[in-house]
């Protein structure tokens, strides 16, 4: 059984204008998305700034409630639950976020802010929470003296690792990474992305992990999710989005990414254009703007997301599995 199944999920924004503030559209941020992800494995979710990665993220953990679809995580309704119910199953899931530094009180000692959460959930006080966050601390690789210390005395990679012990505490299953190591140093990403990969194996960790590189994910996913104006475009295994990529906005966006492997084929693919606005996508496949493969179907008809073999989905009517049919048809 997976761990995290979604299904159908959307989160529509309300735009208001006028005078009267009426609602005159719908920014659809997600837009209906399927994911599953089983226990102690990486979702990598990739995209642009503004496909509505972090929204998903967000949705997942109802932090923003969808506005429709179904959530099951560990065997239950997650859109179904409310109140204490809904409290106690999130804590199994956890966020971290690309800047910890503010969410953590500046006038706050680490130590408490570490376990300030298993205080307000009544999960431990006294020497009890004590040592649990000693114990997450020295998980996360700080040291005990850490714990009297306050933010400001820690370098950015320290921070995220006070960020990840703070999440570890309520020992989740799922953690929400939301760009976790963007606003770090090339060499401490690394770090942290080894300290995340450590912690999966001890702990059976699952993450969904959301970048806007491609490179950053790849050597802590299992499976690979990229995203585009709302929707999934192509989903499949770590290694076959990087070895046999087909979309064509996947093959750019590795396009993009430097390649250090000299046997891997690589014909750069310039994207045209910006996003458009999700306030306005473009009708059918809504990257056919951007696309250097476009047919006329792309600009009419929306492409659905089709399995093909190993699990590997394609949303595209030329590069998908469907692409073959759509021949037979014209
Ligand atoms: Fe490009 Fe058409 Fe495929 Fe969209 S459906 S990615 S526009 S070829």
Redesign the pocket.
Known sequence: MALLEVRNLSKYFPVRAGLFSRVSGMLRAVDGVDLSLAEGKTLGLVGESGCGKSTLGRSILRLIEPTGGSIRFEGEDMMALEGAALREKRRRMQIIFQDPYASLNPRMRVGDIIGEGLEIHGLASGTKKRDVVMEMLHKVGLRDEHFYRYPHEFSGGQRQRIGIARALVFRPSLIIADEPVSALDVSIQAQILNLLFDLQREMNLAFVFISHDLRVVEHVSHRVAIMYLGKI?EIADAETIYREPQ???TRALLSAVPVVDPSRKKTRVVLQGDVPSPLNPPP?????PR?????A???RIT?DLLAGARGHAV??????PGAVQMGHAH
């Open positions: 475009v979309h064509p906005y059918g496949c809504s990257f056919h696309c250097p493969d476009a047919i179907e792309c600009s492409p949303a595209c009517h030329v590069h998908g």
